[in-house]
C-alpha cells in the first residue's frame, strides 16, 4: 500500500479529529498532496491540498477555518487536522498524490492526482 489513511472514526458535532496518511513513495517531498472525501450517495469531493514544500494550500469553502492541511516530508506523512466538525463532514476520507514539477498549478480535482489511499471512515453525531 503506498498510501495509507488513518486516524478515522466516530466524533460529536463540535468535535475535532486528525487523519493522516502515511505514504511509503520515495517522492513523497515531490508530491502534491490532497485530500478528498465521499459521502454515502454522493461523488467524491475535494477537501484540501497542499503543494510540494508546503508553501501554498487551498480549501472548499465548505471547510475553510475549520481544517487544515499539513505535511511532515521527512516523514513523508500527510494530515488534515479537523476542528468545528458537522454531521455534514461525515463521509470516507481519501489521501491522494501527484509527484509534480515545483512549478505546478496546486490541483483541486480527482485528475489532478495520480495516486490514491484505500481511504477511512469519519462519522460525525448530531
Known amino acids: 500500500v503506498q498510501l495509507q489513511a488513518s486516524g478515522g472514526g466516530l466524533v460529536q458535532a463540535g468535535g475535532s479529529l486528525r487523519v493522516s496518511c502515511v505514504a511509503s513513495v520515495f517522492w513523497f517531498s515531490r508530491a502534491n498532496m490532497a485530500w478528498f472525501r465521499q459521502a454515502p450517495g454522493k461523488e467524491r469531493e475535494f477537501v484540501a491540498a497542499?503543494?510540494?514544500?508546503?508553501?501554498?494550500?487551498t480549501y472548499a469553502d465548505s471547510v475553510k477555518g475549520r481544517f487544515t492541511i499539513s505535511r511532515v516530508d521527512a516523514n513523508k506523512i500527510l494530515y488534515l487536522q479537523m476542528n468545528n466538525l458537522k454531521p455534514e463532514d461525515t463521509a470516507v476520507y481519501y489521501c491522494?498524490?501527484?509527484?509534480?514539477?515545483?512549478?505546478?498549478?496546486?490541483?483541486?480535482?480527482?485528475?489532478?492526482?495520480?495516486?490514491w489511499g484505500q481511504g477511512t471512515q469519519v462519522t460525525v453525531s448530531s
Open positions: 497542499i503543494k510540494r514544500g508546503g508553501g501554498s494550500t
Open positions: 491522494a498524490a501527484k509527484n509534480v514539477i515545483v512549478t505546478a498549478p496546486l490541483g483541486t480535482h480527482e485528475d489532478d492526482y495520480a495516486l
